[in-house]
């Protein structure tokens, strides 16, 4: 019921935020996870091993916090609107040029590039959106934005499945650049800018880097530490499955893309519900409470044995995953102070990032050093990463529905 009321009332400058943040999200995460589908092609490429290989990936989350902060000052300095624009052709177009990489060191290099790009987008889209709607559709909001993550995820592997054989893994990065440009186009036509943003007042009065960590430094190290646990347990239950299926089970492509498929309607499913359902039962409970239904679910993810089973797993544990991620956007953007909300959201985010960039080299490196068992390292981290999101969430503040126009009541 909940979804149904927040869909109520809806101008046009939301609607078309809304969509175009989410799509913005969804663009976004394809073209992050075809690295993750084609890590075993790149490595036969490159005449190297699928460990070095995913070590481009630890390269990408690394370099996300650097563009979280530029792109996002440069949101709170000049508009959400024009930065968001810019932000989706520089990493459509380096997604591209990953294409052309000779050797796995250029490679190496594209893909921090592209990190950086990639780490603007997601704050802007959750700013502009949260300052946009209304208060009480922040819950659905949340789980719709957030949910662009497994539909990139969930785009990526059907072209994987269908046009793989087709486009090869040099093909498949260039494919994004199409609709990358469709969407700004729409952003310049259709998409308004925040009403929250005053230009004349952020070239005067933006808040500084050294003031915003001054005044809110305890909530921002929270963040961090919340968003490390909270990309852990995505990353750790997307990056290194596909391989874990391709590798330890040995699935064909169109396997691989149908138990992918089911798991990411899974992520849909439960970002949306439970974005939904923390508007009433408030951000921090339903946090906790997705994060303790996971830990049942990860054996029979992790340890399935036939593709039906993998696939039954694979949904579930979504839910459970973009369950507990749907309520980030609000949650976060609730929590950041208004004169930089562009760049703390977004910033603290792919902080946390930084420090769970090591999760694909230490999935893979658990595997190689246990006979190739990827159910043992997906397992592993899938649990630490769900007990330390909710322990830390059960110790952490909360700003349900607080008013965007100023700062968060954090409590000391």
Known sequence: MAAFEALKGWSPRARHTVMAS?????????????????????????GTSIT?????????????????FIF??????????????????????????????????????ACAAFGVAMGGVWGICASLSM???????????????????????LIS?????????????????????????LLIIYIYFFVPESQHFNREHAKSGQASTISILRNHGKVALFAIFLMMGFNFFS???QDVYTTFLRVQHGFDPLTVKNILVIGNIGAIVGGLFFGSFSQGFGRRKTIILVTLLALP????????ATPVALALGAFLMQVCVQGAWGVVPAHLNELAPAAARGTFAGTVYQLGNLFAAVNNPLQSSIAEHTGGNYSLALALVATGAALL????????PEAHNVDMGRAAPIPE
Request: glycine residues 10%.
């Open 52 to 68: 070095k290989v995913a070590f481009a990936t630890m390269l990408t989350l690394a370099c996300r916090p650097i563009g979280a």
């Open 22 to 46: 989410y799509l913005a999200w969804t663009l976004d995460a394809y073209d992050f996870f075809l690295l993750t589908l084609v890590f075993k092609d790149i490595a036969a490429q490159f």
């Open 235 to 237: 990353h750790g239950t």
């Open 157 to 181: 592997a059907v072209i994987f499945g269908y046009f793989y054989p087709m486009l090869g893994w040099r093909g498949m990065f260039m494919v994004g650049v199409i609709p990358a440009a």
């Open 389 to 396: 999101i909710a322990t830390l969430t059960w110790l952490g």
């Open 72 to 109: 996002g000052r440069l949101a709170d300095r000049f508009g959400r609107r024009p930065i968001l624009m810019l932000d989706i052709a520089c990493y459509s177009v380096l997604s591209f040029l990953i294409a052309f990489t000779p050797n796995i060191y250029a490679f190496y290099v």
């Open 131 to 153: 300052e946009t709607i209304k208060p009480s559709a922040r819950g659905f909001v949340s789980g719709l934005l957030q949910s662009g993550y497994p539909s990139g995820f």
């Open 297 to 304: 679910v990860i054996y029979f993810w992790s340890h399935g």
